[in-house]
């Protein structure tokens, strides 16, 4: 062919243009014949090229018209080589008529107006309706007139419609397969026929791109959007739907969008159920937000026309539209686009987040009704203990019988995230329908929840002081010290607990009390938890001894209260195995607690009555742990001399009885020790706190009565004793003396 048109031979130039075009209508995979699509319309650019010269010059044959050169392709043989020559010729002449629009001459090429060679042109195309083949056709006619659709705007937009609409069909139709070959060659394919459909996405897409470039926002919105649409959602096509919704969205300008916000939206409902909803409405909204964060302007229009209200309408209205036809993870993947674009629009408006999570409640509620109730749930909705309502310690399992829809619960926990990533722990645990959400989630979904969460409140180093916001977060952490939890959870759990520090003492012990009642009876939770509870319960304790009270009774009162809750609970981690450490921690709390009562008795030294008791009674349960659960030496030893020390400070709360009893409870421990050195260690320990000068002469002189005895066992086997354990006696004469000295000093 390139040889004939070089030695202007028409006729045989269309002949062998024919027959290269004759290939186009093998049966072939859809990336094969584009390959070959593209060979034949690259040969057909250069005889367009061609019909140009002939038309303008002539040939060996004289000059040519597009009257003549239309009849002369007339010969092609079959019907698609035929079209397109035509087209070839068509677009040589559109090319001539705008060269002469430009130049300002109007009498046109021998009649030939723009509107009519392109309604002609693609009522042609009709004749090829093979899926394939005709959609190519198409995209080559489309290709072939773009430059001249600038002349008649009008006529170019109908044109571009239309064309559309048929490339549309024809797309649709390849899922069918047009012939048995065809469907036997698709059916053989590696790849799926609707892989082979997305490939050719474009060539529809492309109509859309132009018309973009051509219509006004008027005529957009006043027709051309409606026919887009219309055809949208009568093609019924799962594939073609998603991708032209997302390509309206992509290829029309940012101010159409806003224009033709409440057309777009509509379309949603109408929609194949199979259609990613969340795909399309994401790609929408994605547009939208970032057009507003880039101007100003475009955020007040969105802003005035309450552009959040609508796009949570229609998500609304779509998805009661589908119903059971929408899979959950659809509907959770549209409201979190809805979430999205209100932090990304409306980033200080929390109450946009509540609304969206309440509605996702609303929609996933029925699948779990009369379900769990957690810890704290629906904080800010009420106080009762129901379904995620309430501020009060709710039990309830999972009631859920599996002839429910799946909730999606993976999606669900990435929607939760989302406010928990954009805002602080407090703001988002406060939305009241964040921990409703919660609730209905799984066991397994929460734990990975209640994961995130714990690791989320050390890398951030935030404190939660608020009471409301520290129930909540408890809530959330439930399933790690809840049923279900292993000692890992319970790591995980006591390492978050440090972050928890309630500006009220007395809730912040209360909040303690309920989470300590999911521990039930299980040593594991008890043992790894429990120890970080009573540390978060002595902070409080401490708080309440700097704490500026009016009403003194009601201080002792509210100490009283954490030291009941600390003694119980230490009660259990010595029974869960661990008696030494729930000593010592009992100790630092009635130490705290005594240091504020102190102040709260005034100082005097007499003991108040109700703090005295209540500072003795822990001191006894104390005692009765240290006698029942510690056996070992070295514990015995440690945890003696973390009685001694506490003794100075409970002694200005206790009276003068309980002081006495406790101390001689102390010394009868002393008494007891395995070794004699550690039980003169530890009476001189006891003497230098004691105020009681007999009581001081009494202790100092059972210890030298222990040395004495040492020394005399020592004598008999000073032979097999090492030179380390001969120096004890002198060792301990050196403490005893010192102690000695140090009361005759104070006098």
């Known amino acids: 062919a390139r040889e004939s048109m070089a030695s202007s031979r028409t006729a045989d130039a269309l002949r062998h243009a024919a027959a290269l075009l004759g290939e186009l209508r093998s049966v072939l995979l859809p990336a094969a014949y584009f390959e070959l699509w593209t060979i034949a319309t690259g040969e057909l650019a250069t005889m367009e090229a061609y019909f140009a010269r002939i038309m303008a010059d002539g040939d060996d044959a004289g000059r040519y018209d597009h009257v003549v050169l239309y009849n002369k392709v007339q010969s092609a043989g079959n019907v698609l080589p035929r079209l397109y020559l035509l087209f070839t010729v068509g677009s040589a002449t559109l090319k001539r008529l705008a060269a002469r629009e430009a130049s300002g001459d109007d009498d046109g090429v021998d009649g030939v107006d723009v509107p009519g060679l392109l309604t002609d042109m693609e009522a042609l195309c009709k004749g090829v309706q093979h899926p394939v083949r005709g959609l190519f056709l198409r995209a080559y006619l489309l290709q072939s007139v773009k430059s001249a659709l600038d002349v008649d705007t009008a006529a170019s937009v109908e044109f571009l419609l239309e064309n559309?609409?048929?490339?549309?069909?024809?797309?649709?139709?390849?899922?069918?397969?047009?012939?048995?070959?065809?469907?036997?060659?698709?059916?053989?394919?590696?790849?799926?026929?609707?892989?082979?459909?997305?490939?050719?996405?474009?060539?529809?897409?492309?109509?859309?791109?132009?018309?973009?470039?051509?219509?006004?926002?008027?005529?957009?919105?006043?027709?051309?959007?409606?026919?887009?649409?219309?055809?949208?959602?009568?093609?019924?096509?799962?594939?073609?739907?998603?991708?032209?919704?997302?390509?309206?969205?992509?290829?029309?300008?940012?101010?159409?969008?806003?224009?033709?916000?409440?057309?777009?939206?509509?379309?949603?409902?109408?929609?194949?159920?199979?259609?990613?909803?969340?795909?399309?409405?994401?790609?929408?909204?994605?547009?939208l937000a970032t057009y507003s964060q880039a101007d100003s302007d475009a955020f007040r229009s969105l802003d005035e026309m309450d552009a959040f209200a609508k796009i949570a309408d229609a998500v609304e209205t779509a998805v009661l539209a589908h119903g059971e036809r929408m899979s959950g993870e659809a509907v959770v993947s549209m409201y979190g686009g809805l979430l999205t674009f209100a932090d990304a629009v409306y980033p200080g408006r929390v109450a946009y987040v509540e609304e969206v999570l309440g509605k996702c409640v609303l929609h996933f509620d029925g699948r779990v009704e009369g379900g769990r109730a957690a810890l704290g749930a629906g904080t800010g909705a009420g106080t009762g203990t129901g379904t995620g309502a309430g501020t009060g310690a709710g039990t309830g399992g999972d009631t859920r019988t599996g002839n429910e829809p799946a909730v999606p619960e993976k999606k669900l926990v990435e929607l939760l995230c989302i406010p928990l990533e954009k805002y602080d722990l407090a703001t988002a645990l406060n939305i009241g329908q964040f921990i409703k959400l919660?609730?209905?989630?799984?066991?397994?979904?929460?734990?990975?929840?209640?994961?995130?969460?714990?690791?989320?409140?050390?890398?951030?180093?935030?404190?939660?002081?608020?009471?409301?916001?520290?129930?909540?977060?408890?809530?959330?952490?439930?399933?790690?010290?809840?049923?279900?939890?292993?000692?890992?959870?319970?790591?995980?759990?006591?390492?978050?607990?440090?972050?928890?520090?309630?500006?009220?003492?007395?809730?912040?012990?209360?909040?303690?009390?309920?989470?300590?009642?999911?521990?039930?009876?299980?040593?594991?939770?008890?043992?790894?938890?429990?120890?970080?509870?009573?540390?978060?319960?002595?902070?409080?304790?401490?708080?309440?001894?700097?704490?500026?009270?009016?009403?003194?009774?009601?201080?002792?009162?509210?100490?009283?209260?954490?030291?009941?809750?600390?003694?119980?609970?230490?009660?259990?981690?010595?029974?869960?195995?661990?008696?030494?450490?729930?000593?010592?921690?009992?100790?630092?709390?009635?130490?705290?607690?005594?240091?504020?009562?102190?102040?709260?008795?005034?100082?005097?030294?007499?003991?108040?009555?109700?703090?005295?008791?209540?500072?003795?009674?822990?001191?006894?349960?104390?005692?009765?742990?240290?006698?029942?659960?510690?056996?070992?030496?070295?514990?015995?030893?440690?945890?003696?001399?973390?009685?001694?020390?506490?003794?100075?400070?409970?002694?200005?709360?206790?009276?003068?009885?309980?002081?006495?009893?406790?101390?001689?409870?102390?010394?009868?421990?002393?008494?007891?020790?395995?070794?004699?050195?550690?039980?003169?260690?530890?009476?001189?320990?006891?003497?230098?706190?004691?105020?009681?000068?007999?009581?001081?002469?009494?202790?100092?002189?059972?210890?030298?009565?222990?040395?004495?005895?040492?020394?005399?066992?020592?004598?008999?086997?000073?032979?097999?004793?090492?030179?380390?354990?001969?120096?004890?006696?002198?060792?301990?004469?050196?403490?005893?003396?010192?102690?000695?000295?140090?009361?005759?000093?104070?006098?």
């Open 164 to 287: 559309f609409v048929e490339m549309n069909k024809l797309w649709v139709r390849m899922k069918y397969g047009d012939d048995d070959a065809a469907a036997g060659v698709l059916a053989h394919s590696p790849i799926s026929i609707r892989t082979h459909r997305e490939q050719l996405a474009d060539l529809v897409g492309k109509n859309l791109l132009y018309l973009a470039e051509l219509v006004s926002l008027e005529e957009f919105a006043g027709d051309v959007l409606g026919r887009i649409l219309d055809q949208v959602v009568s093609c019924r096509d799962t594939v073609a739907q998603t991708y032209l919704m997302e390509c309206i969205t992509a290829v029309f300008p940012d101010e159409f969008q806003i224009a033709t916000m409440d057309q777009l939206l509509s379309v949603l409902p109408k929609l194949d159920a199979t259609v990613e909803m969340a795909a399309v409405l994401g790609s929408m909204l994605d547009r």
């Open 438 to 747: 919660v609730n209905v989630l799984g066991d397994g979904k929460r734990k990975e929840l209640a994961y995130k969460v714990a690791s989320m409140v050390p890398q951030r180093d935030e404190v939660v002081r608020d009471a409301a916001s520290a129930r909540a977060l408890v809530g959330v952490l439930e399933s790690l010290y809840g049923a279900g939890a292993d000692e890992n959870d319970a790591r995980t759990m006591a390492k978050a607990l440090r972050f928890i520090r309630v500006d009220d003492p007395s809730e912040h012990v209360r909040l303690l009390g309920e989470m300590v009642e999911g521990f039930k009876v299980r040593d594991a939770m008890v043992r790894v938890v429990g120890p970080a509870v009573v540390l978060s319960a002595l902070d409080a304790v401490e708080r309440f001894a700097v704490e500026d009270c009016v009403d003194k009774g009601e201080h002792r009162a509210r100490v009283g209260e954490a030291l009941v809750f600390v003694v119980s609970l230490c009660t259990r981690i010595a029974d869960a195995g661990s008696g030494s450490e729930a000593v010592g921690l009992l100790l630092r709390v009635v130490a705290a607690a005594a240091a504020g009562g102190d102040g709260a008795a005034g100082g005097n030294g007499n003991g108040n009555g109700t703090m005295s008791s209540i500072v003795y009674e822990c001191m006894e349960q104390a005692c009765r742990i240290f006698e029942e659960t510690v056996y070992d030496a070295a514990a015995c030893k440690t945890t003696l001399a973390d009685m001694i020390a506490v003794l100075p400070t409970i002694d200005a709360v206790l009276s003068e009885v309980a002081r006495d009893m406790v101390h001689h409870k102390v010394a009868s421990y002393c008494a007891k020790l395995l070794l004699r050195k550690d039980q003169c260690h530890m009476l001189v320990s006891l003497a230098r706190v004691e105020r009681d000068g007999p009581t001081i002469v009494a202790r100092l002189r059972r210890a030298e009565r222990i040395v004495s005895a040492i020394q005399e066992q020592d004598a008999v086997f000073q032979s097999s004793r090492s030179p380390e354990q001969l120096a004890v006696p002198g060792i301990l004469l050196v403490e005893i003396l010192d102690a000695w000295m140090y009361h005759n000093r104070l006098g």
